[in-house]
C-alpha cells in the first residue's frame, strides 16, 4: 500500500530534550516536506526536500532541524523543544509535474506533539 | 506570491443541502490548486485538484470545484450534504515548490 508514515504518532515531552520524528514514504518521491498545524493558521511548512541531500527552509523553520540521506526517509529534529512547538506536525510527499512543480502531496497520519 | 484565503473558518449546514465552500486564490503564474480534506484525528486528503485542463474539476465523494481566473476563485461545492462530509476542508495553491495552505473551513452537517 502507498503511504506516508510517521512516528510517533503521539508524544509528550520536556522542555529542552532533544526528540526525532521519523518519515517513511515508500513511494520513491522526490519531494518531501514537514508542516504543522495550529488552530486558526492552518498548515504551515517547516521544511521541505526536493531530492536526497537538499534541503530548504519552509516559512517556520526555527527551532526545527531535518536531513535527507535516503531518497524515502526524511526525520524532523527538535534540538531543544521548546512549549512554542507543542502542535500537531505532519509529514508529506510528492512528485514533480512536467513543469517542475510540487504535484499532488501524500500527507502522513500527523504527530501530536506537546512540549512541557 | 501565491496565496489563498478561504472565506469563513465555519459552516454549518443540513443534511441534504448544498454545501459552498469558498477559496479565492492570488498568483503571478497560472496557478496550480487543490482541495483537501481532514476528517478528524487523521490527516489530508486530496479531494480535488486543477492544474490548468478543465475548468470544472470533479473530485471523490461528489465534490466538484470551478476555476474562474475572472474571479480568481475556485470554490468547492456538492449537491447534497452528507453527516460524513463533517471534516476540515483547505484549498491550496502550488508555488513552484510549495504549497500554500489557506486556513481552512470547518464544514458541520446537520441532521
Known amino acids: 500500500e502507498a503511504q506516508v508514515t510517521q512516528n510517533p504518532r503521539y508524544l509528550i515531552t520536556v522542555t529542552g530534550k532533544k526528540l526525532t520524528v521519523t518519515c517513511s514514504q515508500n513511494?520513491?518521491?522526490?519531494?518531501m516536506s514537514w508542516y504543522r498545524q495550529d488552530p486558526g493558521l492552518g498548515l504551515r511548512q517547516i521544511y521541505y526536500?526536493?531530492?536526497?541531500?537538499?534541503?530548504d527552509k519552509g516559512d517556520v523553520p526555527e527551532g526545527y532541524k531535518v536531513s535527507r540521506k535516503e531518497k524515502r526517509n526524511f526525520p524532523l529534529i527538535l534540538e531543544s523543544p521548546s512549549p512554542n512547538q507543542t502542535s500537531l506536525y505532519f509529514c508529506a510527499s510528492s512528485l514533480f509535474t512536467s513543469g517542475g512543480r510540487t504535484d499532488t502531496q501524500y500527507f502522513g497520519p500527523g504527530t501530536r506533539l506537546t512540549v512541557l | 506570491a501565491q496565496s489563498v484565503t478561504q472565506l469563513g473558518s465555519h459552516v454549518s449546514v443540513s443534511e441534504g443541502a448544498l454545501v459552498l465552500l469558498r477559496c479565492n486564490y492570488s498568483s503571478s503564474v497560472p496557478p496550480y490548486l487543490f482541495w483537501y480534506v481532514q476528517y478528524p484525528n487523521q490527516g489530508l486528503q486530496l479531494l480535488l485538484k486543477?492544474?490548468?485542463?478543465?475548468?470544472l474539476v470533479k473530485g471523490i465523494n461528489d465534490f466538484e470545484a470551478e476555476f474562474k481566473k475572472s474571479e480568481t476563485s475556485f470554490h468547492l461545492t456538492k449537491p447534497s450534504a452528507h453527516m460524513s462530509d463533517a471534516a476540515e476542508y483547505f484549498c491550496a495553491v502550488v508555488n513552484t515548490d510549495k504549497l500554500i495552505f489557506g486556513t481552512g473551513t470547518r464544514l458541520q452537517v446537520f441532521p
Open positions: 526536500s526536493m531530492n536526497v541531500e537538499v534541503t
Open positions: 513511494m520513491n518521491h522526490e519531494y
Open positions: 486543477y492544474t490548468s485542463a478543465a475548468t
